[in-house]
Every structure is written in structure tokens, then in C-alpha cells.
């Protein structure tokens, strides 16, 4: 079996255009940005708390801000499968690779001696690589993608997430491909669920994405705006603005018929201006609060004991159709 290699590289920059030479220009014209043979060293990062950013703890902090839930996911199972993997081939529990473990103090080191703690890690100009079949660079390589100064991929340093002194970038062409695996393998579900669903539902579910749908709008349209949206890589606008269109479209695919069938009732009576939202999501009719939030509004709608209130709000929004004809 080919061993699984990884690599950290460097960031190329230009060097600044202010018409003085500098060894950065010279530098920059030979495809490098250091001298040859020097580096930069890197330590595991620690937190407040005496708790060392590990790439292996899948309560930290950087995971829960990960949006995509699919990523999310995915940096999760990768960081349990690393820790056990890792425990098992230094044959220790697992515990001794918790964020808050001396095994991340590097100082502790000693060759020959005292070897269950991590070594700092050198990182040379260009492409730094790391053999996941060999425990101590898996060990390094799980810490430096996770570490402030090194950014988790050229895309996301071209974004800006990132300050201007960040000189190198992790090149994870396995996560690159395990993700693309997912998230294609999520569309694909979705969309084999959007051609079973029938064209009346299709309507509801698309109203409650936010999407503009009308009751005239033709059963193709209606698709294709579903198709599009679940392949895109984010809601652009409205309320479900950055939520993951495939995640919310599941949402809304999976819900009770009669569910939905209320959940679009309030939504297009919020469109048609029968409803109001205020003062933090609250629902309003008129001057009145209904309930403090459209979700506690449904539940109302479905309590067999407030049918009125429901047969009341489907003739209003029939009579607001008529009107506006």
C-alpha cells in the first residue's frame, strides 16, 4: 500500500513594488521566499487554560465554527479515527493526547529517555511533507494544520481569513477529496428525493427555503430552482442566508406533511402581509402578538384544540390571493 503523504507549503508572496531592490526580489525571481536550507520553527499552540491546540480533540474551539455542516462532520470523524490511531501505535490511552496533556509540552522531550511528548517541527521554504504511516509525523502533522500561523488552505488565505504575516498553508489533498465525496453523495440524496417528492410539496418546501415561488409558477421552474439552489454551496439571502442549502432542504423534505402544510400557511402569510415579524422574530397580526416566534406559532396552528385560528388564517390569505389578482 502507497503511504499516505500530506504537506504544508509555503505561501509564494511578491515582494514589494516601491522601486528598492531587496533580497526578497532576488529571492522571489528563483521561486523561493527564504535562503536555502533555512526555516521557520513551529510549537503546538497554547491556549488559555494550559489546553494546546492538538489537531486530535474534537471539542475545540475552531471545529464549532466550522459552518458546513458536512465539513464539520467530516473534521470530526477525522480527529477521533487520528486520536485512536495515534494511541494505539504509541500503545497509551488515549487520554494522554488531551489538549490538556504534558505530551504536547515539547520542552518535556528527551531522545532516548522521555520520547511521549511532541518535538517542535522545522518548516523549510516550499513543500514540507508528512507520511501519516509514521506516528511522529502524523503526531506533527495533525498539530501545524490546526495552528493559527498556518493556514488550513490557499483558498481560505486568498479569502483574507487570515493576516498577511501567515507564510505557509496546508495542502490536504485527502480532506480535499473526502469532503468533495460528501458533499456530492449529500447532493445526490437530495436531489433523488426532490424527483420522488410531489410538485405540490416541491412548492411548499421551496417557500419555506425562502425561495420565490408562486402557486401559479410553473412545476418546472419550481424544480429547477430547487436543483440549483441544493447544488449551490450556500444560501445568498433572506433569512436562511449562509446555512447550507442541502441541510435545509432535508430539514423541510423531512417534516411531518401536516407540518409543512402549516409552516407554509404562516410563511405566505407573512409574504402576503397578513403577519409581521418583530422585536426579535416575534409574530405579529396588526397590532397583536401572536406568539414569540413563527415555530411557536405552528405548534399553535396544529393543537387540534385552536383549529379556528387555523381555518381563520387559510381564508384570510385565500381572500389576500383574490385581491391581489
Known sequence: MANKIVKISTIKKEPPR?????????????????????????????????????GLDDKAEYIKRIQDPTEREAEIERVRRWKK??????????????????????????EGLDELHVTPVKLLDGDNYFNLDNVREKIAFAWLRVHPTIAVS?????????????????????????LVYKKKSLINKAIV????????????????????????MKEESVYNLLDNTIKAAEI????????????????????????????????QAISHNIYRHREGGKLFEGTFKLADSKADWVKHLLDPDNQEDFLALREKLKMKKIASV
Open 18 to 54: 516601491n522601486g528598492v531592490r531587496t533580497m526578497q526580489h532576488g529571492l522571489s525571481e528563483k521561486g523561493l521566499t527564504r535562503a536555502p536550507g533555512t526555516g521557520v520553527f513551529k510549537f503546538p499552540f497554547k491556549l488559555d487554560g494550559n489546553r494546546y491546540l492538538t
Open 85 to 110: 490511531e495515534i494511541a494505539e501505535e504509541l500503545m497509551v490511552s488515549e487520554e494522554l493526547l488531551n489538549p490538556t496533556s504534558k505530551f504536547w509540552n515539547y520542552t518535556l522531550y528527551q
Open 154 to 178: 490557499y483558498q481560505a488565505y486568498e479569502r483574507g481569513d487570515y493576516g498577511p504575516d501567515v507564510q505557509f498553508y496546508v495542502a490536504d489533498d485527502e480532506l480535499d477529496t473526502q
Open 193 to 216: 428525493e426532490l424527483d420522488e417528492m410531489a410538485p405540490s410539496k416541491r412548492v411548499k418546501v421551496a417557500r419555506l427555503m425562502g425561495l420565490p415561488v408562486s402557486d401559479d
Open 236 to 267: 445568498k439571502t433572506g433569512e436562511h442566508k449562509g446555512i447550507n442549502p442541502i441541510a435545509l432542504f432535508t430539514r423541510f423534505a423531512h417534516m411531518e406533511n401536516a407540518v409543512i402544510e402549516v409552516s407554509d400557511l404562516v410563511e
